[in-house]
């Protein structure tokens, strides 16, 4: 019903940038926060950045000030990307993308979303 679709991810030397978009299509009334999440090697998932529908922002401590998320919104589709700049190599992780969505055929179910997810290695 829902489907996210990650790109961006890639390898990177420390300090430098990378942007991830997220798109979310399908059949979507509407979509109450995206945001991105990431996983390293035998680490649990943790919260990276989220924006809610009114865009406010809320960023892991680890991130701030170097990672800024922004959303671009149309009819069709939702479009949420993930600027990260002065990268270091504990930013290497599997980044996802995560929605929270009501869907136009169940509009009292509030439903999570993920993308497949997209590696991000830096290097040091």
């Known amino acids: 019903q829902v489907q996210l679709v990650e790109s961006g991810g890639g390898l990177v030397q420390a300090g430098g940038s990378l942007r991830l978009s997220c798109t979310a299509s399908g059949n979507i009334f509407r979509i109450n926060a995206m945001g991105w999440y990431r996983q390293a090697p035998g680490k649990q998932r943790e919260s990276v950045a989220v924006?809610?529908?009114?865009?406010?922002?809320?960023?892991a401590d680890s991130v701030k000030g170097r990672f800024t998320i922004s959303i671009s919104r149309d009819i069709a589709k939702n479009t949420v990307y993930l600027q990260m700049n002065s990268l270091k190599p504990e930013d290497t992780a599997v980044y996802y993308c995560?929605?929270?969505?009501?869907?136009?055929?169940?509009?009292?179910?509030?439903?999570?979303?993920w993308g497949q997810g997209t590696q991000v290695t830096v290097s040091s």
């Open positions: 924006i809610s529908s009114g865009d406010s922002t809320n960023y």
């Open positions: 995560n929605a929270g969505v009501v869907t136009t055929t169940s509009l009292f179910r509030l439903g999570d979303y």
